[in-house]
C-alpha cells in the first residue's frame, strides 16, 4: 500500500466511475483499475460492489474511506503548515464557488498581489461544495446559500437584493416594484437544483402558493442574465451582475416579497489546518467585496 494507491481509491470513491476517476487523475483507466485491484489484495477485502459496468463503494470501502480521507487530509496539513513555513509564495488554495463569475474579480487582484500562490477553481452546487469541504478537496467555498455539515465556520462578504430581471421591451418593463403575482406564468430562467437562485426562486413561489413555469435550468447561474437578454423569460439575478457583467437583462426591478435577497459568504472547515494563503484570499476577498 503507497500514497498513490490511497490517492487512487479516494478518487474512484468519491466518483464511483472509473473513466471519470482516471480523467480526473490524468491516468489511463486500465492502470487504475489495476491500482485498485492490488490495494484490494492488499488488505484482502472488496472495497467495491461491481454493478454491471459501475462501481459502488461497499462497508468495508466506505469504512476504509474514512481512514483515508482523514490520513490524506493530515499529510496534506502538513504540506501546507511547510508551504506556510517557506513562505506565502509557496502556498496553495482550492476554491469552490456556485459560479466562477463571481470570483474572477477577486482572484484577478489576489493573483496580481500573490503571484506565487497556486490556485484551484471548481464549479459545485451547495452539496457538492459542502462533500468537498468534508474530504478536503477545497479549503474554500464561496457560498450563496448555507451549506450542510458540521465544524464549518463563515464570513459574510456581500449582502444584496435578488432582482427580477426581463427582456427589453417585457410588459413589465420600466416597473421599480411587482407582485409574485404578476409574473405567475411568465417563462422563468434559473438554474438545477442545488443551486441558490433556484433555492430560492421554489421558496418564494411556494409561500405564495404559486408554481414557477421553468423555460431553462442551467448550471451556470452567471448565465441567467444573458439568457434573460435572449428574450428567453425571466428569471432572479443578483444586484452584483449590474456591476459585473456587460451583458444585462433589458429591465431591473425589485419583487415585492420578503426576504429576496442574497448573502455571499466565504466557507471553510474550523476542525483543519488554514494555511496563511487561504487566510489571506479571505482577507482579501473581504476587503474586495466591500469595495463594490
Known sequence: MDLLQLRYFQAVA????????????RVAQPSLSRAIARLEADLGVPLFDRVGRGLRLNRFGAGFLRRVDRALRELDDARRELGDAAGLEHGSIAIAAETLLTVTG???EFRTAHPGVDIRLYQSDAVTMARQLHTGEV???????????PNLR????????????VPQGH????????????I???????????YWPRELTDR????AGLRPEYVCESDEPGATGYLISAGLGVGLVPAYSRSASTYLPGAWMHLDVPDCHRVLTLVWRADTYFSAAAQRLTDFASDYFRRL
Do not use: K, M, N, Y
Open 154 to 165: 463563515t464570513r459574510e462578504l456581500l449582502r444584496e437584493d435578488a432582482l427580477l430581471g
Open 14 to 25: 468519491r466518483r464511483e466511475h472509473l473513466s471519470q476517476a482516471a480523467a480526473e487523475l
Open 171 to 182: 410588459r413589465l418593463a420600466g416597473r421599480e416594484r411587482v407582485r409574485l403575482e404578476d
Open 184 to 194: 405567475a406564468g411568465e417563462p422563468f430562467v434559473t438554474t438545477r437544483p442545488g
Open 106 to 108: 477577486v482572484i484577478t
Open 204 to 207: 418564494l413561489f411556494a409561500a
Open 139 to 149: 479549503d474554500l467555498c464561496l457560498a450563496s446559500q448555507p451549506l450542510p455539515g
